[in-house]
């Protein structure tokens, strides 16, 4: 009898012993609300509201509550170099951007995610049922996380963003490698958060970081560049835009013209129909008058030439590129394009400004025109070229090699510097004419 009562009375004890730590478990320690956590930091308000923390370095991110937590708050987001390695071979230049991404910054849990949509597959359809369909069949891609560190009762959270900032998120490290220049890792310590160069605007958001690479055997072109080959510094940017409003109309791409594209497969597509979509990429360009064969636009396309262009070299990048009004013109679209030297202490890679930018390298490369493009339409959202700087010297050597240099200096037509000016002329406005969308012919 006595026997039975201990096992009934040590099972009693057993059970509340297991409730009472189900209960402890269920009710974890709330967390700090926001305010407590940023005391005393910058406070930049925008398209998204940072804090920055000075003292220990820290860029902390304020999210407010999602009306849709599967999508979260989704933004246009690019990544690039400001500095780069200097070495056309391996490709790592100033001012190279990457690919425009869709993302959803969303709370999972105790974490905040900046997630990649996939917009490779889509269902252009208004059946909710047939998006979540091919939403759920193929892989997104999760680019980052943070633990919440403070919580207020409107749902507004707090996160380190730091880690998000100095990343290896342009790829440098796999860039040297494919080069055959060595094995890159990044040292956290020798790397650290731009927070001078943290910008908040209304419509973007521009972060920096200056990010140190370690090679224990540099290869040859980053010996050549680097001031000590084993450690390779380069400042990243990061660019987060408010997402295109719906003004804008997608235009199908037809083979017959010469545009780029982007393209998707759209699993809503009727039967008798192709499964791939093409879009061509171009700016926005409305008239005031949408009736009238000529007419002024809403908001006309203006370049930005790079201060950092030395004379008569940007006179001659300006003019180049100006040409292009004149077939704006003859479309009917009146004051619609123009070219003009870029703002004082405006930044390259600030996503409002189109820009014309100038690149140097230890020899010479390429020149380039692309740009941020909306992944969803083909919306040319910021045209960016990139020009080598050591192009025109080899033009004019070129030209002296063929011509002489009895009349190098003259400014006469058959004066080598002039010629190798009308060559980059034409090159200025043959790399916008890219970022306007158009391939070669």
């Known amino acids: 009898m006595n026997h039975r009562c201990f096992t009934v009375g040590f099972a009693v004890v057993v059970l509340c012993a297991v409730a009472g730590a189900s209960s402890a478990a269920e009710a ?23 804090y920055l923390d000075q003292q220990r370095g820290r860029v902390m991110l304020e999210l407010p509550a999602a009306t849709d937590e ?24 100033r001012g190279q951007i990457g690919p425009a991404r869709l993302v959803g910054l969303r709370r999972v849990g105790g974490r905040v995610l900046v997630e990649e949509v996939n917009l490779g597959f889509r269902a252009l359809s208004e059946d909710p049922n047939e998006q979540r369909a091919v939403r759920q069949s193929f892989a997104r891609s999760v680019l980052w996380g943070g633990a919440i560190v403070a919580e207020d009762g409107d749902g507004r959270v707090l996160v380190d963003f730091t880690s998000f900032v100095v990343r290896d998120a342009h790829g440098s490290a796999r860039r040297l490698e494919r080069s055959e220049q060595g094995k890159f890792s990044l040292d956290q310590n020798r790397s650290a958060v731009d927070l001078d160069s943290c910008l908040v605007f209304p ?49 199908e ?49 203006v370049y930005h030439v790079d201060r950092g262009v030395p004379e008569p070299v940007r006179s ?36 409002r400004y189109n820009v ?63 010629i190798a000016l009308a060559r980059i002329r034409q090159l200025s406005a043959h790399e916008v004419g890219h970022t306007l969308g158009l391939t070669h012919n």
């Open 203 to 251: 419509e973007n958001v521009e972060l920096e970081a200056l990010l140190t690479f370690h090679g224990a055997k540099p290869g040859a072109f980053v010996r050549e560049t680097a001031p000590s080959p084993e450690w390779v510094t380069l400042t990243q940017h990061h660019s987060f835009l408010r997402l295109p409003d719906d003004g804008y109309q997608p235009r």
């Open 253 to 301: 791409f037809d083979p017959r013209a010469g545009s780029f594209a982007i393209s998707f497969a759209d699993y809503a597509t009727p039967l008798d129909q192709p499964l791939e979509k093409r879009r061509i990429v171009r700016h926005r360009l409305q008239k005031t008058d949408p009736t009238a064969a000529r007419s002024t636009v809403v908001e006309p396309i």
């Open 70 to 93: 599967d999508i979260g708050h989704r933004f246009l987001y690019v990544e690039g170099l400001v500095t780069g390695l200097g070495s056309n071979d391996v490709g790592l230049d």
């Open 356 to 418: 014309i930018q100038w690149v140097h390298r230890s020899t010479r490369g390429w020149s380039y025109g692309g740009g941020i493009v909306d992944p969803r339409t083909g919306e040319m959202i910021k045209g960016h070229v990139s020009l080598g700087s050591l192009r025109v010297r080899q033009d004019r050597l070129l030209f002296q090699g063929l011509a002489g240099a009895d009349n190098l200096g003259s400014g006469e037509a058959d004066d080598p510097v002039e």
């Open 316 to 351: 001659a990048l300006v003019e180049g590129a100006s040409w292009w009004a004149q077939a704006f013109e003859a479309a009917g679209f009146i004051d619609a394009y123009r070219v003009e030297l870029m703002p004082e202490g405006a930044h390259n890679l600030d996503a």
């Open 28 to 50: 974890p320690t709330p967390l700090p609300g926001v305010a407590s956590q940023v005391g005393g930091l910058e406070k930049k308000d925008g398209l998204l509201t940072l």
